[in-house]
């Protein structure tokens, strides 16, 4: 999320102003300059557009070079590989971007019905490999205030999306064992034992809606 939307207040007022104003067009012309240049951005302009259609989404959302964080990219890529997705639904590794997309989301004029959120967490009472969902407001503090990383100070875009869009808001966690504080690609045993239970829960309540 950009820095200047820390203000509630502030962005709330931003986006009534600007709400609409974002179109699949728009997100497309974004990128267009560099398709010539780079195919990497043909897959960005597929992956916005997708997303912006769809009617239920799962974001994988963490780095996968630091530990468990990698979970939910682990999880979506698993998923799209090995499961057909049906239309109208939308899943994608957004990495730690995720505070961009969701404020693309809260400025268009039609969003999904539902979003889910894949991500590995550390809260208390929980044991490593975990699997289980959070309220948005129970999402950890140290998740809402790490600004380097993916991040939920978007946590204010989810609730925005939730209250003045109407849309279905599930965070799907994974208790981590390890969130190393240098490059450490791999996730624990636990955590990725963990998988298979992600995915079959969101084949069950994600996909099958």
Known sequence: MPTGMASTSGYKGLLGKMKGTITIQDRRQDFEPRRSVRDKSYRKTDMIEEIMTAETIVFGC??????????????????????????GVAVEDVGTSIGDILFDLA???????????VDAVRVQGRSPGEVFELEIEDIPQEKRADFS???????????????????????????????????????????????PEALSILRSRALSR
């Open 62 to 87: 963490g780095n996968t070079l630091f530990g468990d964080d990698g979970f939910g990219p682990e999880v979506v890529q698993r998923l799209k590989r090995e499961t057909p997705l049906p239309d």
């Open 107 to 117: 400025l268009s004029p039609e969003g999904p019905r539902s979003i889910w959120i």
């Open 149 to 195: 990383m993916h991040q939920f100070p978007a946590i204010n875009l989810l609730r925005e999306l939730r209250s003045q869009g109407g849309v279905e808001i599930r965070v799907l966690a994974v208790q981590s064992e390890e969130l190393p504080s240098e490059v450490k690609p791999g996730l624990s045993g636990s955590v990725r034992a963990a998988v």
